[in-house]
């Protein structure tokens, strides 16, 4: 019996460090920036992205809401915005050209035509220009 209950919790040991070591995201998910509102690269905009349905799923077109404003809050308006990403992990791009498609007003714009055809560590990358200059941000999505 004591053989038994030793295997046991042996087990449930070995079973609970596979969960913790569990990486579905690919090297250094753990630690990734899973923000979905950060400052741009230079500090020019506020950049929020949201997505039109969660949760976000592998293998369907969908849409991003962009949210741009200055850092005192403000919202920017006429902004060009260039949507790229990929995986880092894979060294390959987004299997779609996303583009922005859509003023919505109060700084919020819409971005069409993602889709992520895998599971893992993505991002997403948007060029921002606008009154107060051109700027980058990055976004990791973990799916
Ligand atoms: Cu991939």
């Not at 569990?22 to 979905?36: C, I, K, N, V």
């Not at 020019?44 to 349905?53: D, H, Q, R």
């Amino acid at each position: 019996m004591s053989r038994f209950l030793v295997a046991l919790v042996a087990a449930a040991v070995l079973a609970l460090g596979v969960i913790y070591f569990y990486d579905p995201g690919g090297a250094g998910s753990e630690t990734l920036d899973l923000a979905r509102s950060k400052p741009s690269v230079n500090g020019l905009y506020i950049v929020a992205i949201a997505p039109e349905a969660e949760p976000v799923e592998t293998g369907v077109l969908h849409g991003w809401v962009l949210t741009l404003t200055v850092p005192d809050g403000a919202p920017v308006e006429d902004a060009q915005i260039e949507v790229g990403g990929g995986m880092p992990d894979h060294g390959h791009g987004l299997p779609t050209s996303p583009e922005m498609t859509t003023y919505l007003g109060e700084g919020r714009y819409r971005i069409e035509g993602v889709r992520f055809n895998m599971g893992g560590w993505w991002v997403l990358d948007f060029t921002v220009r606008a009154g107060p200059g051109e700027d980058t941000v990055r976004f990791n999505i973990r799916l």
